[in-house]
């Protein structure tokens, strides 16, 4: 009851037998089928340069997207974009627009943030706060970029982890792109998400 629990780590040297037991860790009974294409998986991602042992909310839904044999998300992502100003006094002002299409309607909504995450965060839970309004509870706490090894200079290969909260506990996800902040909504759209699955909605 107060102990330590063993937490099943998922990587690129993952075997059937991990990626099976980390499914019933997170609930889930894979079959074979699925557990060879959820391996393969992994470790296609991995060699691109996601790491799932940070980030096992991003595993979490590439094992609900295997199991289903689709992507199944809250959202649908029509396009998003961020522009950021510096002011002739100074000021460094991020703005970032989204368009996205959840519950049957279209939702264009504009965020402002102290830098290009921060406002793409604050643009789309305007858009979705008004559908769930569960997502206020949720924050992003912590915010990690690495370049990747093998690749120089600022067209890189960028890693992004988020860490987000809903003041119960957290999760973390992964996004991975040559652009930071295309690496960074990817990893964004996946915490709002898993938010909106531990609020107890399931995809439509």
């Not at 998986?41 to 839904?61: H, I, M, P, Y």
């Not at 943030?113 to 509870?137: I, M």
Request: without cysteine; charged residues 30%; glycine residues 8%.
């Amino acid at each position: 009851a107060v102990g330590n629990d063993m937490r099943m780590l998922v990587s690129d040297m993952a075997g059937r037998a991990s990626v099976e037991l980390k499914g019933r860790e997170l609930g889930y009974e894979l079959d074979a089928a699925n557990t060879k294409a959820l391996v393969a998986r992994v470790k296609d991602l991995e060699s691109k340069g996601f790491t799932f042992e940070a980030a096992d909310a991003s595993f979490e839904l590439l094992l609900r997207d295997t199991v289903h044999g689709e992507r199944r998300r809250h959202f649908e992502v029509e396009s998003w974009r961020v522009i950021v100003e510096h002011t002739k006094g100074g000021e460094l002002v991020s703005e970032a627009t989204v368009k996205l299409h959840a519950k049957g309607e279209r939702i264009v909504a504009t965020g402002e943030g102290n830098g290009p995450v921060n406002a793409l965060d604050k643009a789309v839970r305007l858009a979705l706060e008004r559908l769930y309004p569960e997502l206020a509870r949720v924050e992003l706490v912590d915010y990690k970029v690495r370049i990747l090894e093998g690749t120089h200079g600022t067209g890189a290969i960028t890693r992004v982890l988020i860490t987000s909260s809903d003041d119960t506990t957290e999760w973390a996800t992964v996004g991975v792109a040559e652009n930071i902040i295309d690496a960074s909504w990817q990893a964004l759209e996946q915490a709002v998400t898993y938010g909106l699955l531990r609020a107890g909605h399931e995809p439509s």
